[in-house]
């Protein structure tokens, strides 16, 4: 079951009205490809001239700067781990990815907040590990605070996203 407060759709993030959406960026927080190019291209280049003013942000942590031309008011940069097999702390970093960005958000009074699959892409982390793992984190994390009030996992293809349903009837 999908708890009601999370909800699952196939979307470009950057085009998604939420208070913020969540980038997975790289340690630099300066761009990159995939979903972190594709924000900062639609941000605009104010974007990449606060993240210069954030010193960067290590694995597992997260970031907030403000949305300028998107949609979203704020983004959130969180850098997820690079897969390297899994027994170098992959779990635990990505774990940490979406519970730092989930109390950045409370923090801030967020109410609505989307996620990309983190690590997913360029840094090759297991798709079905990391959506178990980021449906179990967003639960727990939403179980206990009030805010966000709905957590929105964005998938890019249509296969990820049936996927994703898939697993979350699991439990
Ligand atoms: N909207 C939603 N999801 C997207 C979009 C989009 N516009 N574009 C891609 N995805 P990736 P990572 C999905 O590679 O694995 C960058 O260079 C994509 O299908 O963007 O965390 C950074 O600077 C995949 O499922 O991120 C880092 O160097 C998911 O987003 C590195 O890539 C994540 O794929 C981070 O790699």
């Known amino acids: 079951m999908t708890h009601s407060r999370i909800e699952i759709v196939r979307a470009d993030i950057t085009r998604l009205e939420v208070d913020a959406i969540v980038n997975a960026a790289n340690s630099s927080l300066l761009g ?15 974007l990449v001239a ?5 010193g ?12 300028y031309r ?5 983004v959130i940069h969180t850098v997820g781990p690079v897969w390297r097999g899994g027994e170098h702390g992959e779990d635990a970093l990505l774990a940490s990815c979406y519970r730092s960005s989930l109390e950045l958000a409370a923090s ?8 990309p699959a983190i690590s997913t892409g360029i840094y090759g982390f297991p798709f079905e590990r990391a959506t178990r793992l980021a449906l179990r984190e967003i639960r727990a994390f939403v179980s206990e605070h009030t805010l966000p009030q709905r957590v929105v996992l964005v998938f890019f293809s249509e296969s990820d996203e049936r996927l994703a349903h898939a697993l979350t009837a699991e439990g």
Do not use: M, N, Q
Not at 50 to 54: F, M
Not at 56 to 67: L, N, P
Not at 70 to 74: D, E, G, Q, S
């Open 32 to 46: 990159g490809g995939g979903v972190d190019g594709a924000i900062h291209r639609a941000a605009g280049p104010e």
């Open 50 to 54: 606060e993240c210069r003013l954030l």
């Open 70 to 74: 998107l949609p979203a008011r704020f």
């Open 56 to 67: 960067g942000c290590a694995t597992g942590e997260a970031k907030i700067t403000k949305g």
């Open 108 to 115: 801030r009074e967020l109410r609505t907040l989307a996620f």
